[in-house]
């Protein structure tokens, strides 16, 4: 059985997507608060929680293991 809270991401991921995430997530207050920047708050979300856990479930589905921990 594989283990579902297995970090799978290097630090240098994890920063990009803390960055990418803090330029999504206020979406809805700066713009109108339309579906597409809904969309792009629940990305950031996402992304943020990734980077936060280090853990990424799409790169569980398919194997990918970008971190250095054996």
């Known amino acids: 059985m594989k283990k579902l809270l ?3 991401q290097n630090s240098a991921e ?10 999504l997530l206020p979406a809805p207050f700066i713009y109108e608060c ?3 920047s809904i969309v792009q708050a629940i990305i ?7 980077a936060i856990s280090g853990i990424c479930v799409i ?3 398919f194997g990918a293991n970008t ?3 054996n």
């Open 67 to 69: 971190c250095n921990i």
């Open 14 to 23: 994890r920063i990009a997507r803390l960055i990418i995430s803090f330029f």
């Open 6 to 8: 297995l970090k799978n």
């Open 34 to 36: 339309d579906t597409f």
């Open 44 to 50: 950031g979300g996402v992304l943020l929680f990734n």
């Open 59 to 61: 790169y569980q589905m």
